[in-house]
């Protein structure tokens, strides 16, 4: 009897696991779908998310790229050097400090210069000067030193004069003056037909800073540029119808005289004809290239 009940109690227990069994299954098939749909979801969200990023190009800020770069690119470009001695700041002729381009009638003396400016030194005083066919003329008689003096007293200026000379030897010579005093105090650069050169003159003693052979023929117009920056010299010379050089041909420093006026100082002789086409002043730096 008790060998039965024990039987019946395992069947009971064995029915019952059994169950339990049939009904996890159970359970299991009617929420499987939505379990597999809750935790399959977050994953394929994650996913896409991931393939995204890593497919999908990042687009660029605004005023970056490409183009920006080109754009800097350009503007970044190394700006042309300045050849080596030139002189830029003598093609700007906005600030013109004095000027004259003889374009006048016939007269004795210089008068007044095309930019309203009186001449001053022997140039209006003196019947050596006169105004014939356009230019400025200077004739002598005998031998002697004149002057022509244009604008107010100056540091740092370039000036540019064009000339023709009828005969050289004798001394004669045509020059610019810069930083001129009075007739005992200033700087000149100088053609005598066969060397340009600068002199100084201070207190009355004359003194050479520099000279280079330079071939001159009479009767025809030559350009003569002298500039004095601080207590550098600059000149040059070039026949009118030809270019202008673009290095100076003599380069000298002198620091005995700081300002003064600009113009002209001959040195004539018997028969000696000068005639002046042009005469201009401006301003002179050496940042601007010297």
Same mark, same amino acid.
């Given at each position: 009897?008790?060998?039965?009940?024990?039987?019946?109690?395992?069947?009971?227990?064995?029915?019952?696991?059994?169950?339990?069994?049939?009904?996890?299954?159970?359970?299991?098939?009617?929420?499987?779908?939505?379990?597999?749909?809750?935790?399959?979801?977050?994953?394929?969200?994650?996913?896409?998310?991931?393939?995204?990023?890593?497919?999908?190009?990042?687009?660029?800020?605004?005023?970056?790229?490409? *183009? +920006? !770069?080109?754009? @800097?690119?350009?503007?970044?470009?190394?700006? $042309?050097?300045?050849? #080596?001695?030139?002189?830029?700041?003598?093609?700007?002729?906005?600030?013109?400090?004095?000027?004259?381009?003889?374009?006048?009638?016939?007269?004795?003396?210089?008068?007044?210069?095309?930019?309203?400016?009186?001449?001053?030194?022997?140039?209006?005083?003196?019947?050596?000067?006169?105004?014939?066919?356009?230019?400025?003329?200077?004739?002598?008689?005998?031998?002697?030193?004149?002057?022509?003096?244009?604008?107010?007293?100056?540091?740092?200026?370039?000036?540019?004069?064009?000339?023709?000379?009828?005969?050289?030897?004798?001394?004669?010579?045509?020059?610019?003056?810069?930083?001129?005093?009075?007739?005992?105090?200033?700087?000149?650069?100088?053609?005598?037909?066969?060397?340009?050169?600068?002199?100084?003159?201070?207190? *009355? +003693? !004359?003194?050479? @800073?520099?000279?280079?052979?330079?071939?001159? $023929?009479?009767?025809? #117009?030559?350009?003569?540029?002298?500039?004095?920056?601080?207590?550098?010299?600059?000149?040059?010379?070039?026949?009118?119808?030809?270019?202008?050089?673009?290095?100076?041909?003599?380069?000298?420093?002198?620091?005995?005289?700081?300002?003064?006026?600009?113009?002209?100082?001959?040195?004539?002789?018997?028969?000696?004809?000068?005639?002046?086409?042009?005469?201009?002043?401006?301003?002179?730096?050496?940042?601007?290239?010297?």
């Amino acid at each position: 009897m008790q060998n039965e009940n024990k039987w019946t109690n395992k069947r009971l227990l064995f029915l019952t696991v059994v169950g339990m069994l049939l009904l996890a299954g159970l359970l299991a098939g009617l929420f499987s779908g939505a379990i597999q749909q809750t935790l399959t979801l977050p994953m394929m969200q994650m996913l896409e998310q991931g393939g995204q990023n890593r497919s999908a190009p990042v687009k660029p800020k605004a005023g970056t790229g490409v *183009g +920006q !770069s080109k754009m @800097l690119q350009k503007t970044l470009r190394p700006s $042309q050097p300045m050849q #080596v001695g030139q002189n830029a700041q003598t093609q700007n002729t906005g600030n013109i400090l004095a000027q004259d381009t003889f374009q006048r009638t016939n007269q004795q003396l210089w008068g007044q210069s095309s930019d309203g400016q009186q001449w001053h030194g022997d140039a209006n005083t003196h019947n050596n000067f006169a105004i014939q066919n356009a230019s400025g003329q200077i004739s002598a008689a005998v031998n002697g030193s004149l002057n022509a003096l244009l604008g107010a007293a100056q540091n740092n200026v370039d000036v540019l004069a064009s000339s023709s000379v009828n005969q050289f030897g004798n001394n004669v010579n045509f020059g610019v003056v810069l930083r001129w005093q009075d007739p005992n105090n200033w700087y000149k650069a100088l053609i005598d037909g066969s060397h340009l050169s600068i002199l100084k003159r201070v207190n *009355g +003693q !004359s003194t050479q @800073l520099g000279s280079v052979p330079f071939v001159t $023929q009479v009767g025809r #117009v030559y350009s003569l540029r002298f500039q004095a920056v601080g207590v550098m010299l600059f000149a040059k010379v070039w026949r009118s119808d030809q270019a202008e050089p673009a290095q100076w041909q003599i380069v000298d420093s002198d620091m005995d005289l700081t300002n003064g006026q600009a113009g002209l100082r001959v040195v004539v002789a018997p028969g000696t004809v000068m005639n002046v086409y042009s005469f201009m002043e401006t301003p002179a730096n050496l940042s601007t290239g010297s």
